[in-house]
């Protein structure tokens, strides 16, 4: 049962345009919601986080919007540059430190 | 120069043999975390451990074992009794219950586990 799906594998974005990855979730016990950057042969990078009382939180080129009655978050990275190339998890927690990961997003940022 | 180290990057090892993945912490955290990756999958958990002397199963604990003897190390050990134990291994730490930034896991750079 996978409680945190990314479903589309792949994006393909030119460079200084938008990149948008989509993540859902069907667990309305999850409370904090996060963004890794992780690419080949390394561990991921936290990238950015949002508490359930927002809706949006920004960082940057990064921002993460939350939409709890759809149980729906996204990722925006404006603009979108080939250093962005990687795999995108989003993971969710309920508390306890645990998380449950998507599968992941591959974005390409070609130039 | 706090940071997460997993010894080595790549293992090789006969099927049947058993085999320790080391995972070390400077940034004295009391939370540890161990996930296997295999491709077009996400991060699945093995186990965790918030505090030293304790630890709990994940999602996928069968044929894996783990200890937590000193808050800097959280080993881990695929056993024989793992089927399918050829994936990348990654080893996190997080604050722990008492701080804010609980949630915030950071990895190492990951184990690439090949039984061969």
């Known amino acids: 049962d996978q409680q945190v799906k990314q479903n589309s594998p792949s994006l393909s974005v030119q460079e200084g345009r938008i990149s948008i990855l989509n993540c859902d979730y069907t667990n309305s016990m999850f409370d904090y919601f996060l963004w890794y950057k992780k690419y080949p042969a390394e561990g991921p990078t936290f990238l950015i986080s949002i508490s359930s009382i927002k809706d949006k939180n920004e960082d940057g080129r990064f921002t993460v919007f939350l939409n709890k009655s759809a149980k729906h978050l996204s990722l925006h990275i404006v603009p979108s540059q080939p250093g962005d190339s990687a795999v995108y998890f989003c993971a969710a927690s309920a508390g306890g430190g645990k998380l449950i990961f998507g599968q992941g997003t591959e974005l390409s940022v070609k130039p | 120069d706090g940071g997460i180290t997993q010894s080595p990057k790549y293992l090789f090892r006969k099927e049947g043999q058993n085999v320790t993945l080391s995972c070390e912490q400077n940034?004295?955290?009391?939370?540890m975390y161990w996930y296997r990756q295999d491709p077009g999958q996400g991060l699945r958990l093995i186990y965790y451990?918030?505090?030293?002397?304790?630890?709990q199963k994940g999602d996928i604990a069968e044929g894996y074992s783990v200890s937590r003897e000193k808050k800097e190390s959280f080993p881990l050990t695929v056993t024989s009794a793992q089927k399918n134990p050829t994936a990348f291994y990654l080893c996190?730490?997080?604050?722990?219950?008492?701080?804010?930034?609980?949630?915030?896991?950071?990895f190492g750079p990951g184990t690439r586990l090949t039984v061969l």
């Open positions: 451990s918030q505090i030293v002397n304790d630890f």
């Open positions: 996190a730490s997080s604050i722990g219950p008492s701080g804010r930034f609980y949630n915030e896991q950071f």
């Open positions: 940034l004295n955290h009391d939370a």
